[in-house]
Nanobody, 121 residues
């Protein structure tokens, strides 16, 4: 059974840092693109960052460039999202998701349960 488990959310002050983890099981980790998406109350879900485990390509949405870093550890089947200089507008439920194939046009087949990130001003 394919499963994604997130951890690392929490409450932090503006300017602080958090690291989210997403551990995958039951899928061929090296063949998947893993993405982090977030949804704030009353807003549509948006993609934050993703990494192709095939070739290491990464993508970041403009609002997090220079502040967030996505990385993958194949030995642990885990993708991390290091979030620095957090802002109140980063407050959301963060989800990791996995889809087969490369970054471009990825369709996510599997989703984690979500982890809450709250940034206080």
């Amino acid at each position: 059974e394919e499963q994604l488990v997130e951890s690392g959310g929490g409450l932090v002050q503006a300017g602080g840092s958090l690291r989210l983890s997403c551990t995958a099981s039951g899928l061929s980790f090296d063949e998947y693109t893993i993405g982090w998406l977030r949804q704030a109350p009353g807003k549509v879900r948006e993609g934050v960052a993703c990494v192709s485990n095939r070739n290491g390509d990464t993508y970041y949405t403009d609002s997090v460039k220079g502040r967030f870093t996505i990385s993958a550890d194949g030995a642990k089947n885990t993708v991390y999202l290091q979030m620095n200089n957090l802002k109140p507008e980063d407050t959301a439920v963060y989800y990791c998701a996995a889809g087969p194939g490369p970054l471009g046009g990825v369709s996510y087949d599997y989703w984690g349960q979500g982890t809450q990130v709250t940034v206080s001003s």
